[in-house]
């Protein structure tokens, strides 16, 4: 019976077959761009989740951003660097400040030239290259004074070398020292495009 039975629902079998084949097919055509749409999906949310977990740790970090701004300017570190001026402005205040601070010490200045285009690392180096005599003493206070100095302004590249000098014997004479150096401050390089 089962035998006569298939034999005369052949072909209904075959049609079901051919039918159920073609409706699986059908899923999976449809179904795997679903799938893949889901996957995408999944990815992007992942992403959106990590960029919301570092914006709120930036929102965590906005009180400690401004304790921090505070003590900065509370203990005047802003006074430390120069703000937002051009490296022309900046070698015209080397130079004012430093030929002052020279010319109270009571040294001969003999130079004074701009350094120009140099760099290091990622800071710009701008500053003055200074050429003058002056006694040990008075040489040590303007080193003491340049360091003091806000803002702050480094000494680089010293030369020192006695001065020779003529005259009388018996007459006491103090020695001079001829000094070359360079005074610079540091400036973050400024890519094109870039705000200061």
Do not use: C
């Amino acid at each position: 019976m089962n035998a006569s039975w298939l034999q005369s629902h052949r072909q209904g079998l075959a049609s079901l077959t051919i039918a159920a084949a073609l409706f699986l097919l059908f899923v999976a055509l449809v179904a795997t761009p679903l799938i893949s749409r889901w996957d995408r999906y999944q990815l992007e949310l992942t992403k959106d989740g990590r960029v919301m977990q570092h914006l709120q740790a930036m929102l965590a970090s906005r009180d400690d951003l401004e304790q921090a701004y505070a003590d900065f300017q509370q203990r005047g570190l802003d006074r430390w660097v120069y703000q937002a001026a051009s490296a022309e402005a900046i070698e015209l205040d080397i130079q004012k400040r430093v030929t002052d601070l020279l010319s109270t010490q009571g040294v001969q200045v003999r130079t004074v030239s701009a350094l120009r285009g140099l760099q290091r690392d990622d800071h710009q180096i701008v500053g003055m290259r200074f050429l003058f005599s002056g006694t040990l003493p008075s040489v040590l206070t303007v080193f003491d004074e340049i360091e003091l100095m806000r803002p702050l302004l480094l000494i680089e590249d010293v030369r020192m070398s006695p001065v020779l000098q003529g005259g009388r014997r018996d007459a006491p004479q103090k020695q001079l020292l001829e000094i070359e150096m360079s005074v610079v401050t540091f400036l973050p390089l400024v890519s094109e495009g870039q705000e200061p």
